[in-house]
């Protein structure tokens, strides 16, 4: 028997709350949709950083030297960054054995937050299937860290945890679950039992507040590509500020739609 | 054109934030539906406080020495109070120009926190489609305030402020809907839409946290009680300090299923 329970923002996020415990990290659009296309791309491991002059004074270590920049600041290219936070970015470059340092606005500071963690693993819609069975097999309770946007409740980050609350409460296991776990398990199953097409979830996702802004970017791709569920096995794993996979993905399944179409 | 935004918990009121908009409080289980229970039954008045000792204060001025003392800590019945926080115990007593100083854990906080508001109505199950309806009438923002429970999502508050904003956005003014109203305008919805009979809300309110801790005090009543949708037209007002109604309910039809089985 364990407890499951969701954070709605990062800056919710009680660090001692969370120590000892199992987190899974989510920033859908776009942060965590970006980690998960990086390493699906043959990246061997992000540096996740809260701020530009972080990563700028990561880079001048020998260590990082040979590590690509990417990230952004409120949406926007970073100058000088090799890449943004657009997960279409990392599937049009060669990432085999190049290290990111990435640098976002929420996700990353979400992941800052998780440090006294027992564990914390990736999560998108993109690997939510991977995250959930994962997860079922730890003995802990678990806590869904969703990031949101400016301390703000964001609907595609809430949506992702439902869909692994939904998992985790089909699993076997016994399970304590939060009234807000429940409410995202719930609202992510009557979304998939009204649904007529496979377009409802990035239908919804286009009319979250970060896709709207997405779309006003000319940024729609990005959502198309983050609306992708389970096209990846990959498990990304942060420990020690540091991002690796833990799983090989399977290629053949791990193509983003946006590539393929 | 409007903008409607909901807060989760009374913790989560930036007094600045609510400054001059349309704000809707609720705390479902129970203050706000105990609040309404009582403006049923004939109180003229009800002085939200927050904690016993400014109650007992309160009740020493000359002007409120006839008020009942009602409410709870923790959800239990204070010493040498006329009354708890259970809305049953509202049924049951003559009210008919009693007013009552009320002090509970957190539906009382959420008003306090509220005074800047330009206006404040008082929401439960109990009046929900009236308040939904007032305030499509309103020019202005409006920020729906659940109370939570010690800074956590409730889910039966959520489900309350899923009513209003599925009302709210069948309504004809056009809605500028944040990502938590969409979501819990369709939490609610998709709980009516797959509902089998009129239970649903009921079976629902029981699992809650709240639920589950009042079934073990032995209050199952008071779910029940509060699990009623709109049987009341009543619109309890908080304004300077003090609730007062605003419509003359309909006395055949605020008659609280619980006094009538």
Redesign the interface.
């Known amino acids: 028997m364990y407890n499951l329970d969701i954070i ?1 923002t990062h800056q919710d996020i009680n660090v001692q709350a969370v120590k000892g415990k199992a987190c899974v990290a989510i920033d859908t659009l776009r942060a965590t949709s970006t980690i998960i296309t990086a390493l699906i791309h043959g990246c061997p491991e992000i540096i996740p950083v809260s701020s530009v002059t972080e990563a700028l004074h990561l880079k001048k270590n020998k260590a990082y030297q040979d590590y690509l920049l990417g990230g952004e600041i409120e949406g926007q290219y970073i100058e000088n960054f090799h890449l943004g936070n657009s997960p279409i970015d990392y599937c049009n470059i060669s990432l085999q054995g190049r290290g990111i340092i990435l640098s976002t606005t929420n996700g990353t500071r979400t992941l800052k937050k998780l440090k006294e963690a027992r564990l914390v693993v990736i999560c998108a819609l993109l690997n939510a299937r991977t995250v959930a069975e994962w997860i079922t097999e730890q003995e802990s309770d678990v806590i869904i860290c969703c990031s949101g946007r400016r301390g ?4 595609e980050d ?1 949506l992702t945890a439902g869909r692994l609350a939904a998992e985790l409460r089909a699993g076997k296991k016994a399970l304590a679950i ?3 776990a ?2 995202a398990a ?2 992510y199953e ?2 998939k ?2 649904s007529t097409n496979n377009n409802t979830i990035l239908k919804i996702l286009k ?3 970060n896709g709207k802004r997405l779309i006003k970017a000319g940024l729609e791709a990005d959502i198309e590509h983050c609306s992708q569920e389970d096209i990846t096995s990959l498990l990304p794993q942060y420990k020690s500020g540091s991002i690796k996979q833990l799983e090989i993905p399977d290629l053949k399944d791990s193509m983003p739609r946006s590539s393929v179409i």
């Open positions: 709605l703000n409740f964001s609907l809430f939060s009234d807000l429940f409410t719930a609202f009557n979304i039992k009204s009319n979250t507040d």
